[in-house]
C-alpha cells in the first residue's frame, strides 16, 4: 500500500511500478514476503510491524538490496545469504548513500545481518541482529556512518571493520553472546573513533 492507496501482491512490485516516485511510502501490511527485495529508488519502506512483517529470502541471495538512499524500518529480515546489503563501486572513498535502516529484526542469515560496502552517511539504529552465521553488521570501506541502540547477538562476529571504514559513530550498540563481539579487521587506513 503506497501514499497513492493503491495495493500489490508483493513488495518488489510495489517498488517498481511507475506510480511509486522518489519519496514515496511503501507501508507493508503483516505477513510473510519471499522475496528478494531490489530498491533503486528513494523510498522508505514501513512494515506495520517487526514481529509480524517477514521478508524470507528462502535461503539465497540478500534478502534486501539498497542502491538509492532509502529508509528501511519495522521489519524481520531473514533466511537469506545477507539480510541488507548497502553495496556500491566505491573502493578507496566510501561513497554517499544515505540509507537509514532502523527498528528491524535481521535474523538467521547464512553469511551476515547487514553489509556496508563502499558507502557512508547511513544511520543503523534500534535493529535486532542475530543468528547470522558469520556477521551481523559489517563495514567495510564504509565511512561516516553511525550505529546507535542496536543489539548484536548470536553471530559469528558481532560488528566488524574492514579497509577504509573511518569516522563511524557507534554508541549504545549492546553486542552480546558473539564469538567475537567486536572485530577490527586491521589494514593501515582502518582508524575508529568513538
Not at 552465521?133 to 558481532?158: K, S, Y
Not at 549504545?172 to 587506513?189: K, P, S, V, W
Amino acid at each position: 500500500n503506497l501514499n497513492t492507496g493503491l495495493n500489490y501482491t508483493t513488495i518488489q512490485e510495489a517498488v517498481d511500478t511507475t506510480e511509486t516516485l522518489d519519496g514515496h511510502t511503501i507501508f507493508v501490511e503483516n505477513g510473510i514476503y519471499l522475496e528478494h527485495l531490489v530498491v533503486e529508488k528513494s523510498l522508505t519502506l514501513r512494515g506495520e510491524s517487526k514481529d509480524t512483517t517477514i521478508i524470507d529470502g528462502s535461503g539465497t541471495g540478500a534478502v534486501v538490496s539498497l542502491n538509492t538512499s532509502s529508509n528501511v524500518t519495522g521489519f524481520t529480515i531473514r533466511n537469506g545469504e545477507y539480510g541488507i546489503q548497502v553495496h556500491t563501486s566505491a573502493v578507496a572513498i566510501p561513497a554517499f548513500t544515505g540509507h537509514r535502516i532502523e527498528g528491524n529484526r535481521i535474523m538467521n542469515n547464512r553469511y551476515g545481518g547487514l553489509s556496508l560496502r563502499g558507502c557512508a552517511d547511513n544511520t543503523i539504529s534500534n535493529n535486532i541482529v542475530l543468528n547470522n552465521t558469520l556477521f551481523g553488521i559489517h563495514l567495510w570501506t564504509a565511512g561516516n556512518n553511525t550505529l546507535i541502540n542496536n543489539t548484536v547477538m548470536n553471530n559469528r562476529h558481532g560488528i566488524d571493520f574492514y579497509g577504509n571504514s573511518n569516522h563511524n559513530i557507534l554508541r549504545n550498540n549492546n553486542m552480546t553472546d558473539n564469538r567475537y563481539n567486536f572485530g577490527l579487521i586491521l589494514r593501515e587506513e582502518t582508524r575508529l573513533f568513538f
